[in-house]
């Protein structure tokens, strides 16, 4: 099974780009970021005729998440536990069912600029409901897929010019402190179980020529539970899709487990 994590930058914008990429890279599940649509005008024709079951949660402009899936989802849950007053859009979760189920969530973090101030705040608040939920996972038998732009470079090695973000929210000692909690759980950072070194990316921005100068970052994480861990086979990143027309900044991200 091939399970992918990818923040498209808005769901129209990448209209001929998604569908080439789901038809090239054939992933079974993935998680799209920043879809940046309301679920009414989420456009799933397109995604429906490729066989994938679209389930999304939209947010007007900013923000939302969704899953598609060649193979049927249950139980499907919107929003992130521990706060009823949160409005934004940035938590999808189900379960892929198959002969051996799987719980995939697909989110998008809160970047938190400027710091310090409230939308860092909103941050860490955010991460530590999340760290909370992460642990509740842990007491099932499932395996568990955290997917998604996490908006977190967890060590300078992550970055190609780690002293450029030394101010910024994604390198804060909190937020990587925060991250590392959660994977400290008992969770596995995919991508690193297969490549320890540096030059590995998944988002480059539109400015400053960052792409032509591979001045990227890694913010786009699949943390597994040791269920799912256990059942790892591969992981890739689809660098060269940053290249083709009308790109999103981050690229997609993927697994394969047995």
């Given amino acids: 099974m091939k399970i992918a994590t990818f923040n498209i930058n808005g769901i129209k914008a990448r209209a001929e780009a998604l569908p080439a990429w789901l038809d090239q890279a054939q992933p079974d599940v993935v998680v799209l970021q920043e879809i940046k649509s309301v679920d009414d005008a989420f456009p799933r024709e397109p995604l429906e005729q490729r066989g994938y079951h679209v389930e999304s949660h939209g947010q007007k402009g900013f923000n939302g998440v969704a899953i598609l899936s060649k193979l049927p989802l249950s139980d499907i849950r919107r929003g992130l536990p521990g706060d009823d007053a949160d409005e934004q859009s940035r938590w999808i979760e189900a379960t892929v069912e198959c002969p051996r189920p799987i719980r995939v969530c697909g989110l998008y973090l809160p970047n938190g600029n400027p710091a310090p101030g409230p939308k860092f705040d909103y941050k860490l608040a955010w991460m530590a409901r999340l760290e909370r939920h992460a642990a509740a996972f842990l007491n099932g038998e499932v395996p568990v897929v955290?997917?998604?732009?996490?908006?977190?470079?967890?060590d300078p090695i992550d970055a190609a010019r780690p002293e450029a973000?030394?101010?910024?929210?994604?390198?804060?000692?909190?937020?990587?402190?925060?991250?590392r909690r959660i994977v400290n759980l008992g969770y596995t950072d995919a991508i690193r179980t297969r490549n320890s070194g540096a030059g590995i990316y998944t988002f480059w921005d539109y400015q400053a020529g960052a792409w032509e100068r591979n001045n990227g970052i890694r913010i786009d994480h699949l943390l597994?539970?040791?269920?799912?861990?256990?059942?790892?086979?591969?992981?890739?990143?689809?660098?060269?899709?940053?290249?083709?027309?009308?790109?999103?900044d981050h690229v997609p991200v993927w697994i394969t487990l047995d």
């Fill in 146 to 154: 955290m997917a998604g732009d996490y908006n977190v470079i967890p």
């Fill in 224 to 248: 597994l539970s040791p269920q799912a861990a256990d059942r790892l086979t591969g992981t890739g990143i689809d660098k060269a899709v940053r290249g083709l027309e009308k790109p999103s």
């Fill in 165 to 179: 973000w030394v101010t910024d929210a994604l390198f804060l000692p909190e937020s990587r402190a925060a991250f």
